[in-house]
């Protein structure tokens, strides 16, 4: 299995409900980040993970909460998000050289 | 990605070859990446080069690095209209947290 795997691949929520975007990866990877990308803009790292423990928290606001429960599994806790918030968020993992394996990434509107 | 450069657009006829460049600032860096984005989807790792090499070629694929100049470009020959996406340059500095840094990303057109 050489793939991450994100879901939901579309979602819509409103800026006072609670979600969550999921990730997934079998590759034996031991880090996992987390990206914000707008249109025709490069990825902005948001969070990483290294061995289930947050190293980098780039400053992101608290509405958005990672969760790593194992080495092979990334949350992303949502609450209270505002329009601007709208993205497409992308998963990642790579060894620790380098080489990162995206996933497709969960498309998110915030109405 | 202000420390990595990329032109934004590009547009070529199909059948051509594409060559897409890309600048960086750090001396050290370790491994350079080129990533390919299509409409809706993620990054897709289409190739990487070590800094100790000065090119890589992968089927359609060419990669060289000028290090003295500190750039590098992708090549795509025989260039398809399913080639056309957004194509990032990431860096990864070497001694830091092997974070990339991405460049703005290159629009590629093809037209049939």
């Known amino acids: 299995d050489t793939e991450v795997t994100q879901t939901p691949k579309h979602l819509v929520m409103g800026m006072t409900n609670k979600k969550s975007l999921k990730c997934e990866q079998h590759?034996?990877?031991?880090?996992m980040y987390w990206y914000k990308q707008k249109a025709k803009k490069p990825p902005e790292l948001m969070f990483v993970?290294?061995?289930?423990?947050?190293?980098i928290n780039e400053s992101v606001p608290s509405r958005f909460s990672p969760e790593c429960p194992n080495s092979s599994l990334l949350n992303l806790h949502l609450h209270a998000l505002q329009p601007e918030d709208s993205a497409l968020y992308l998963c990642?993992?790579?060894?620790?050289?380098?080489?990162?394996?995206f996933g497709s990434g969960t498309r998110l509107t915030v109405v | 990605g202000e420390d990595v450069e990329q032109s934004l657009f590009l547009s070529v006829r199909e059948g051509d070859s594409s060559v897409i460049n890309c600048t960086y600032t750090?001396?050290?860096?370790?491994?350079l990446y080129w990533y390919k984005q299509e409409p809706g989807a993620g990054l897709q790792l289409l190739t990487y080069?070590?800094?100790?090499?000065d090119m890589k070629q992968d089927q359609r694929l060419t990669v060289l690095l000028n290090k003295k100049d500190k750039h590098l470009s992708l090549r795509i020959a025989d260039t398809q209209t399913g080639d056309s996406a957004i194509y990032f340059c990431?860096?990864?500095?070497?001694?830091?947290?092997?974070?990339?840094?991405f460049g703005r990303g290159t629009s590629l057109i093809v037209h049939p």
């Open positions: 990642a993992s790579s060894q620790a050289t380098g080489g990162y394996t």
């Open positions: 590759m034996g990877h031991r880090a």
């Open positions: 993970y290294s061995y289930e423990k947050l190293s």
């Open positions: 750090d001396s050290s860096s370790t491994y």
């Open positions: 080069i070590f800094s100790n090499m």
């Open positions: 990431a860096e990864i500095r070497t001694g830091g947290s092997y974070i990339p840094t």
